[in-house]
């Protein structure tokens, strides 16, 4: 692998205010309803936990995994169901919980797939969305950061599945095919 190098975007502290912003909007907008918070695996675990825990309502967790880019920087453009959730959506209030929101393959699938199991509602959380990398035409609900054409990493996002773990969002740079 080529030598790596990391750049703060968004520091923990500019993660923590903006993911309590979007808990309290949620809480607004769901209001006296129970709500499944729905994560995509693996990238939006911390984000999903971290969230979670500034909504003052009735929250259950559920996890859905689908085919990620692998250990490449670009898409293959195919989005597969490696894992199904568990709960039953039929009129649920189900929040969409991911990562990133980068050409809308991956969300437009899984929007589909939710929407015909009949949800009271569904809304999509996305931490971060690159608009300029859109190939669907689809938009979140909730949206913590718009960024540029960058790969980043950190926050519970990988290459190769390194560097889930750094506290705060990072651009990675001279990884192969990134820019
Ligand atoms: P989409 O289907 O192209 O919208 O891709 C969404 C998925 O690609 C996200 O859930 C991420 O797992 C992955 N992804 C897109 N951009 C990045 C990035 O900059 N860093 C890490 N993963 C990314
Ligand atoms: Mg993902």
Redesign the pocket.
């Known amino acids: 692998m080529a030598a790596t190098e990391l750049d703060v975007l968004f520091s923990q502290q500019q993660i923590q205010k903006r993911v309590c912003e979007l808990g309290a909007q949620l809480a607004h907008d769901f209001r006296g309803q129970p709500v499944v918070l729905l994560g995509?695996l693996k990238?939006?675990c911390i984000f999903l936990s971290d969230l979670a825990r500034t909504i003052p309502l009735d929250c259950s967790f559920d996890f859905l995994a689908v085919s990620?880019y692998g250990n490449r920087v670009q898409s293959t453009g195919e989005v597969r169901l490696l894992k199904d959730a568990d709960c039953a959506m039929e009129d649920g209030n189900i929040v969409l919980v991911?990562?990133?929101l980068d050409t809308g393959l991956?969300l437009a699938y899984l929007k589909e797939l939710i929407q015909a199991r009949r949800p009271r509602a569904l809304k999509i959380a996305a931490l971060l969305d690159k608009p300029s990398r859109r190939v669907k035409p689809i938009s979140a609900d909730y949206v913590g950061f718009t960024i540029g054409d960058e790969f980043v990493v950190g926050y519970g996002m990988d290459h190769a599945e390194r560097f889930r773990n750094l506290p705060d969002i990072c651009v990675l740079r001279d990884a192969e095919g990134a820019k």
Do not use: F, L, R
């Open positions: 995509v990238g939006a990620s991911e990562d990133i991956t």
